[in-house]
Every structure is written in structure tokens, then in C-alpha cells.
């Protein structure tokens, strides 16, 4: 009997073409023999379409609405899921999700940001009493806040940059506070981030209080929480973890982005930004990257999968954490899967271990 596995993509979130991407991926290297994939897209608006015509629909939907997904990888998940699946598609848009429930054995929620990897989604599905890939509602929401992750990292003793953070409504009312602030605690450059967001959305380098003011304004189109961190000069080293609740650690690979900082060109315009795995590090690095990586999972009560991302501070070689990320993009050329290929573990393999997890999971809370 195949295990009928429901990959949710999309949604309302700045980071929704990505979604798309990492469906892509995921759903071309689902074994057919093993699984029988049910495509779910959700709309910007949040509409879902579901079945083989998910893609379509969901294109349909956003070009009469203006918010247009289309490009290679819509195309190519309409091609894909031709055949493959038993559910029928449904004509119209449904603006709740119709009844998946009995329906599949699993959900993958490949989906990156707001509403997707903050708890949103999750807790939808813990409702439909379904089991899934990944973190839970507590672990998505703490991970994607930027703000409340710091608070948690810092309360287990994980070296971090220093960081201030405020509301959208603190910076309209009084941005003085927040410049001072900023200027005592750190200066410029500065790195200015919406909270709650990812792929680098929103996200400027501040070299002076015009350009913070400017990066301000940016985010706080983005999100009602901003954080402002001290920007340092570093390389950047991320790894994969992976499990429930003995979580293995991957080898760890290096970026060089393209541009100043990994904004979100480097990251999938162009492609330019290398890879380097394994990362050349000191033996002292490497194992303080995986004891933090391990730490940074359990302080969240993370399951599944994560990807943690470090810097290493040039002038000192510190190791220093910068963020978990609980959904990592998730296409064949991404890090987290990458990772896991040169620690010896397949894409397709990679994909049967995470269902495995959210079934086991599943179990574990009855
Ligand atoms: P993703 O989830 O896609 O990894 P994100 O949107 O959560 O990204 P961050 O990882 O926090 O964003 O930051 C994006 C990039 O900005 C980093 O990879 C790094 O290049 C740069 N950066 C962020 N914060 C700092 C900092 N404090 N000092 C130096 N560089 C930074
Ligand atoms: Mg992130
Ligand atoms: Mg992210
Ligand atoms: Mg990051």
C-alpha cells in the first residue's frame, strides 16, 4: 500500500515563488511506486487548490487577481503531478482547506516564512489531527521570530550578535529611541530584519543612520516586528540537522555569496554564490558548530529537520550563531539537501527519513 503524501505549497508569505521551487523539487523525487503525491497550493490570497490541476488553478487564480505564479518551476509541478494522483481536482478555489484529513497519510508543508514556517500551518494541521513533516507550532513560531529565537538561544549560553529589537509602532512613534539605541549598543553597519521572514526578504545592510532609517521603512513593509543586529565581518557556515529527539548533525558547508551580504539575488538570481562542502574549518570550529547546532534545535523543541546557520567571526574565528531556519529551502541545489548528500544521504532517501519522522512523531503524542 503506497502512503499518500499531501506536499502543500505556496501561501501568503514573501517567500512564495521559493515555496514553489522546493516543491518542485520534492514532488519530482517522491518514489510513485512508494507514494501517491497530492499537490495543495495556496494561493497569495490564501485560497487553496488542490489536485492534479493545483498548479493551474493556482495560476489561474493569481493572474485574475494580478499575483502571477508562473516560470519553470509552476510549469513543471503541472507536468509532474499529471497521473500521479488519485484525488480528483476541484474546479474552485476553496477558501478553507477541504477535507484533506481522512485523506492522506502525511503532509509535507513545504512552505518558507509567514504562515508556513511559523506555526500557522502546523497548527492547522495538528487540528486535522494529521501527521507532518517537520517542527511543530511551538518550534515553527520561536524559529521564525528572529527576536524570541534570540531570547531562547541567549538563555542556553549560545554566543550571538548583539541585537536590538522593536515594533513597526515603536519606530513610527519614536524612532529617536530606537537610533540611539542602535548607535550606543552596536553603530554601522548594522543589519536591519523584518522578524519574522526569510531568503533574505526585506533584509538591508545599514552603513549609516540614513541608510537605517531607509532599512527601517523596508522592513516594517514586511513585518510588525524589526531587529536590528551589529553587523560583523564573517564567513558563513551553515549546517543540517535532522530527527526527532536525538537529532543528527550534517557536515558543514560554506557560503561566498555574490553580493555584499547573501540578500535574496545571491541566494536564486543568477546562482552565483558558492558552496563549499565541506567547510574548511578548525577542529575547535567544526565541533562547536555541531554541539550549537544540536543546542539550537533542543532550545527550540525542533523536530524533523533544521537548518542552522552560523558566522565565523574573520578577525577571531569565533563561531557564532546567527539563525535556525525550520523549513530550509528545500530544491535539489539547496544547502540543507546538499548537506545531507555529503554526509552520505540521498535527496530521494533524505525525503523516505523526514516522512518516517513525522509518522514517528505522530505516534509519540498520543
Ligand atoms: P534564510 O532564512 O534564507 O537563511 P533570513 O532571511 O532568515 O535568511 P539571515 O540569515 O538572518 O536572513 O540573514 C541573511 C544574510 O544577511 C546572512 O546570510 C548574511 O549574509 C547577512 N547577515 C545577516 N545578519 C548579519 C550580521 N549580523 N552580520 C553580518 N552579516 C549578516
Ligand atoms: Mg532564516
Ligand atoms: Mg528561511
Ligand atoms: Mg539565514
Redesign the pocket.
Known amino acids: 500500500n503506497r502512503i499518500k503524501v499531501g506536499v502543500v505549497f505556496g501561501g501568503k508569505s514573501g517567500e512564495h515563488e521559493v515555496s514553489l521551487q522546493s516543491a518542485k523539487s520534492v514532488i519530482e523525487a517522491l518514489d510513485p511506486h512508494q507514494y501517491t503525491i497530492v499537490p495543495i497550493g495556496i494561493s497569495k490570497s490564501g485560497r487553496w487548490h488542490v489536485g492534479k490541476n493545483a498548479v493551474k488553478s493556482l495560476e489561474e487564480e493569481q493572474k485574475a487577481t494580478k499575483k502571477v505564479t508562473s516560470g519553470p518551476a509552476a510549469s513543471f509541478i503541472n507536468e509532474q503531478v499529471g497521473g500521479l494522483t488519485s484525488v480528483s481536482a476541484q474546479s474552485t478555489p476553496e477558501p478553507l482547506p477541504p477535507t484533506l484529513a481522512g485523506d492522506v497519510d502525511v503532509i509535507i508543508p513545504v512552505m ?1 516564512g509567514t504562515y508556513g514556517e511559523d506555526g500557522s500551518i502546523q497548527g492547522l494541521l495538528e487540528l486535522m489531527d494529521v501527521a507532518y513533516v517537520g517542527a511543530g507550532i511551538l518550534a515553527s513560531a520561536v524559529g521564525l521570530d ?1 527576536i524570541v529565537m534570540k531570547q531562547v538561544f541567549g538563555s542556553v549560553g549560545l554566543p550571538q ?1 548583539r541585537y536590538v529589537g522593536c515594533t513597526r509602532k515603536t519606530w513610527k512613534t519614536r524612532p529617536q529611541e530606537i537610533i540611539e539605541e542602535v548607535e550606543s549598543t552596536f553603530g554601522y553597519p548594522c ?1 536591519v ?1 523584518p522578524a519574522n ?5 526585506g ?1 538591508t ?1 545599514a552603513k549609516s543612520r540614513g541608510e537605517l532609517e531607509r532599512a527601517m521603512e523596508l522592513a516594517a513593509q514586511y513585518d510588525r516586528k524589526i531587529i536590528i ?4 565581518d ?1 564567513r ?1 557556515v551553515e549546517v543540517a540537522v535532522l530527527g526527532n529527539d536525538t537529532p543528527q548533525v550534517s557536515v558543514a558547508g560554506e ?1 561566498v ?1 555574490s553580493s555584499e ?3 535574496y539575488k545571491a ?1 536564486y538570481i543568477g546562482g552565483t554564490s558558492k558552496l563549499i562542502i565541506p567547510a574548511e574549518l578548525t577542529n575547535e570550529q567544526r565541533q562547536a558548530i555541531e554541539t550549537y547546532a544540536a543546542q539550537a534545535f533542543q532550545a527550540i523543541d525542533c523536530s524533523g529537520l533544521a ?1 542552522v ?1 552560523f ?1 565565523i567571526e574573520k578577525s577571531s574565528g569565533k563561531v557564532i550563531i ?2 535556525i ?1 525550520t523549513m ?2 528545500f530544491t535539489r541545489y539547496s544547502m540543507y539537501p546538499k548537506l545531507w548528500e555529503a554526509s552520505g544521504m540521498s535527496y530521494t532517501k533524505l525525503l523516505d527519513t523526514l516522512i518516517q519522522l513525522a509518522l514517528e512523531r505522530n505516534n509519540e503524542k498520543r
Do not use: A, C, Q
Request: proline share 6%.
Open positions: 518558507h528572529k550578535v543589519f530584519k521572514l526569510g531568503s533574505s526578504v533584509i545592510k543586529e551589529e553587523g560583523l564573517v558563513e557560503i555569496p551580504f547573501y540578500d541566494k537548518r546557520d558566522f546567527n539563525e531556519n530550509p529551502g
